[in-house]
C-alpha cells in the first residue's frame, strides 16, 4: 500500500451498517411486489435478477430496517461470505434477507470502490473473521472491523470508473446474450414444442382458409396484410418455411406430433459420443500444467456458457494428444453427466477443449438433424425430464451412457431443422462471441484489480 493513502475500519466510512431480515418467507413470497434479493442473488459485482423473490408493500413496510437503497453495499454472510455488489440504480426500492447491509458515506468511499475491494483484498479478513460450527458466517460486528486501505476520494472514484467500465461491458454482453438465447429459445418453442405452423396450418383447413398462409403468418409473426408487404426473397423465404410444415398432427408414442416426424433415440442420431466421467491426468501417466489446452469438467458448465474460469485447468500438448483421440469440434453439445447432471454447452469455434470429469461430448449426425437443433432439444424440458428419469443414484444423480443413449429424441424432417440453423446458428456463434469477449474482459479485470487496490498502479487525479 502507498504511503498517501490510509487504513479505516469499515464502520468508519458508513453511515449504517446492519443486517437483513432473518426469518421465515416462504408464505410471504408473491408473483409481484417489492424485490426481495437473497444471497444467491449478490454476485462479485453485480446483482444477479434470476429467480428474485417478491414480497408485498405491506410485508416491506413491516421489515423496513433491512430494506435496500441505490449505492447499498450488500454483502453476503453465508455461503459465498464476503462477496459483495452495489445495489444498483434501477433499484428504486428493495429489502432483502440475511446480508449485512453497508450504507456507505460517499464523502469518504466510493461504494464501487468499496465492493471491489472486499470481492478481493478483503477477502482474507472476511474468511478469518467466520463463526459458527455447521454453517460458518460473518456477523455486523466483524464487518465493522473490516480494514480498508483509502486513497483519496478522487482516486477512488478513477479507480471504480476503470473498474466499472469493465464490469458494466461484462453485463452488457451478458444482457445482449441473453436476449439472443431468448429469441432462439422461442423459435424452438414454437416449431418443434408447440407446433404452432402445424397447428395453424390445420385450422386454416377446417375453416376453409389457405393453410399456407396461416403457417407464413405464425412464423413470421406477422398478419397476412403484413406478410404480403414482404420483399421477393424474404417472401419466397417465409413461402418455403411454410412449406416445410405438414398440415397435420398424428399419434405418437409420446402424443401428438407433426405428420412426417418421427421419435427416436440419442443412439439413433449421433455420429459420436465421447465419454470422458472420471478421466485424470494420471489415470494417462501425466499431470495438470500451468498452460496449454484447457480442461474443462462439469464445474464449468452452467446455463449454457463456460463459467469459473479462474478454476480451469491445463494439459500439455502430448498429454492432450493421449487424451483427446477424438478431438472436439464446432458444433459439438456437451452435457454433464452429474454434479449437476443436464447442463449444456454448444460449442461455437475451434478452441482446443480438453474433456475432463463428468462429461460427455454428443455429435449430431448431420445427414440427419443439425447440431443446433440437437442442443436446443437437449434443452428442452422433455429431454431433460427423461434424463433425469433415467439417472441413477442417492445424494448425486448421474447418467451412463448406455442409459444416455436411450433417450428418446424427436426426429423432424431434415429440412425443418435445416431451416431452423440457418435462423439460430448466427444467434449462438453471437453468444459465444459474447461469452469468449467476457472471459477476456474478465481477466483484464482480474489482473488490475488487486494492482490498482493496492496503488501498484497510480492513476492520475484531474
Known amino acids: 500500500m502507498r504511503s498517501d493513502w490510509?487504513?479505516?475500519?469499515?464502520?468508519?466510512i458508513s453511515k449504517e451498517i446492519t443486517v437483513g431480515f432473518v426469518g421465515s418467507m416462504t408464505s410471504e413470497y408473491q408473483e409481484h411486489g417489492i424485490p426481495f434479493f437473497r444471497s444467491k442473488n449478490i454476485k462479485a459485482f453485480e446483482l444477479d435478477w434470476n429467480d428474485i423473490k417478491f414480497i408485498s408493500p405491506e410485508f416491506h413496510a413491516k421489515i423496513k430496517k433491512s430494506s435496500l437503497k441505490y449505492k447499498d453495499v450488500a454483502i453476503i454472510r453465508t455461503g459465498k461470505p464476503g462477496t459483495a455488489c452495489v445495489i444498483p440504480e434501477n433499484v428504486k426500492e428493495a429489502n432483502c434477507s440475511d446480508l449485512v447491509i453497508v450504507r456507505v458515506d460517499e464523502e469518504k468511499v466510493n461504494p464501487y470502490y468499496l465492493s471491489y475491494y472486499i470481492n478481493s483484498i478483503a477477502v482474507g479478513q472476511v474468511n478469518s473473521h467466520l463463526v459458527g460450527a455447521v454453517q460458518q458466517h460473518f456477523n455486523v460486528s466483524s464487518a465493522k472491523k473490516i480494514?480498508?486501505?483509502l486513497p483519496s476520494i478522487e482516486e477512488q472514484n478513477n479507480i471504480a470508473e476503470v473498474l466499472n467500465n469493465l464490469t458494466n461491458k461484462i453485463t452488457n454482453n451478458n444482457q445482449i446474450n441473453q436476449t439472443l438465447e431468448e429469441m432462439a429459445q422461442a423459435l424452438f418453442?414454437?416449431?418443434f414444442v408447440d407446433f404452432e405452423p402445424?397447428?395453424?396450418?390445420?385450422?386454416?383447413i377446417e375453416?376453409?382458409?389457405?393453410p399456407q398462409l396461416a403457417a407464413m403468418e405464425v412464423i413470421s409473426g406477422k398478419a397476412a396484410q403484413a406478410t404480403s408487404n414482404f420483399g421477393g426473397k424474404e417472401y419466397d423465404e417465409l413461402r418455403a418455411t411454410a412449406d416445410l410444415f405438414p398440415n397435420n398432427l398424428v399419434e405418437s408414442e409420446l402424443g401428438l406430433i407433426p405428420e412426417g416426424w418421427k421419435f427416436g433415440t440419442l443412439n439413433d442420431i449421433t455420429s459420436l459420443i465421447i465419454d470422458h466421467r472420471g478421466k485424470t491426468p494420471k489415470k494417462l501417466g501425466g499431470d495438470w500444467s500451468s498452460s496449454g489446452k484447457p480442461a474443462i469438467s462439469a464445474k464449468n458448465?452452467?446455463?449454457?456458457?463456460l463459467i469459473k474460469h479462474e478454476m480451469i485447468r491445463f494439459v500439455s500438448q502430448e498429454l492432450y494428444e493421449k487424451w483427446m483421440v477424438n478431438e472436439l469440434q464446432k458444433g459439438d453439445i456437451i452435457l454433464t453427466s452429474e454434479g449437476p447432471l443436464g447442463e449444456l454447452f454448444f460449442i461455437t469455434d475451434d478452441t482446443k477443449y480438453c474433456l475432463s470429469q463428468r462429461l460427455y461430448a454428443i455429435r449430431a449426425n448431420e445427414h440427419l438433424l443439425t447440431p443446433d437443433y440437437l442442443y436446443y432439444y437437449c434443452r428442452s424440458h422433455a429431454f431433460q425430464q427423461e434424463l433425469e428419469g433415467r439417472s441413477t443414484g442417492t445424494t448425486v444423480t448421474g447418467i451412463r451412457q448406455s442409459e444416455l443413449r436411450k433417450t428418446r429424441i424427436l426426429i423432424p424432417t431434415y429440412d425443418v431443422?435445416?431451416?431452423?440453423s440457418t435462423k439460430v446458428i448466427l444467434l449462438l456463434q453471437k453468444i459465444g462471441i459474447g461469452n469468449k469477449s467476457n472471459l477476456?474482459?474478465?481477466?483484464i479485470r482480474n489482473t488490475l484489480l488487486p494492482k490498482l487496490l493496492s496503488g501498484d498502479i497510480e492513476l492520475k487525479t484531474e
Do not use: C, P, Q, Y
Open 189 to 191: 418453442k414454437s416449431w
Open 6 to 12: 490510509k487504513t479505516v475500519d469499515l464502520e468508519e
Open 301 to 305: 458448465i452452467k446455463n449454457g456458457k
Open 440 to 443: 477476456e474482459l474478465s481477466e
Open 207 to 210: 375453416k376453409g382458409e389457405d
Open 198 to 204: 402445424v397447428i395453424a396450418k390445420r385450422t386454416a
Open 147 to 149: 480494514k480498508i486501505h
Open 417 to 420: 431443422t435445416k431451416m431452423f
